[in-house]
């Protein structure tokens, strides 16, 4: 199973963001979506999850040489900061959140179990979400998705402002479903992105472009991918660059074989 976006065309105005952008993410993977701030990955996330129109191109899932239009219940789009209802307890909005979408939930939901799979205190969750720190709410938000399983989870910077607790906790949970989703994680974090992801995405010039996953374990991963994103795309080095990582990724290919 794949997410495939193809010729992706998007400006607001006359500021061009996207321009034929495509990329395929396979179900079963960590993609890490990397680009300088303003590139336009929270953009390229609201297309996807179609909270924004798109002036071109096509956002579509493919199986097994056939393709069918992604459907709003196989995505889940959690954000850095969530705006929850802040007059319920966290318990009570979960409740809430399961009742609403149990047409879309197989079999019972315990509750409590849920939230202490994500290692969230019984008694935080019977307080009210007002007094809830970034970390608690994210907490939230997995829940949501761990109760829905949809095929496509969409991160924008979720981990960045969490304590280093709250991050390791939240990183294995992505690792233990990571098989069963296709997760595309937008950071700006290099560390993040190789501690967490098995494939890597470019956002650059109004574009994407992979990046092999296993050149994450060489030295000079950092210093290779900040100068594919400050460089032009029609610089030497940078064709070099992206040449050097494409050589890499067809001898690792070789290898598997």
């Known amino acids: 199973m794949e997410l495939v976006l193809k010729d992706i065309d998007k400006s ?15 179900k079963g993977y960590v ?18 999850n179609e909270s924004i129109d798109k002036d071109g191109g096509e956002v579509y899932l493919e199986d097994g040489g056939s393709t069918h ?24 909005f979960i409740r809430f959140f ?4 149990k047409d879309k939930i197989d079999g019972n939901v315990d509750i409590n179990e849920y939230f202490d799979l994500v290692d969230f205190d019984l008694d935080d969750a019977d307080r009210l979400i007002q007094d809830y720190s970034t970390g608690m709410k994210n907490k939230l938000q997995m829940i949501m998705f761990l109760v829905l399983k949809p095929l496509v989870i969409l991160m924008d910077e979720p981990l960045t402002s ?20 296709i997760i595309i994680f937008s950071t700006h974090i290099m560390g993040l992105a190789k501690d967490i992801c098995d494939k890597i995405c470019l956002l ?8 092999d996953g296993l050149i994450k374990d060489d030295p000079n991963f950092e210093d290779t991918v900040i100068s594919l994103l400050t460089r032009d795309k029609e610089d030497d080095e940078f064709k070099e660059a992206s040449r050097k990582l494409s050589n890499k990724k067809e001898v690792n290919y070789e290898q598997e074989l």
């Open 12 to 26: 607001f105005g006359n500021k061009e963001v996207l321009n034929k952008a495509s990329f395929s993410f396979d």
């Open 31 to 48: 993609y890490a979506l990397l680009g300088r701030n303003g590139a336009g990955k929270t953009t390229l996330f609201r297309i996807i």
């Open 69 to 92: 239009k992604l459907d709003f219940k196989d995505i889940f789009f959690m954000v850095s900061e969530p705006e929850l209802p802040k007059f319920l307890t966290g318990r009570e």
């Open 98 to 101: 399961v009742d609403a979408n």
């Open 162 to 181: 969490l304590d280093v607790v709250v991050q390791a906790q939240m990183k294995n949970i992505i690792r233990q479903i990571s098989k069963d989703h």
């Open 204 to 211: 650059h010039e109004k574009n994407l472009q992979a990046v």
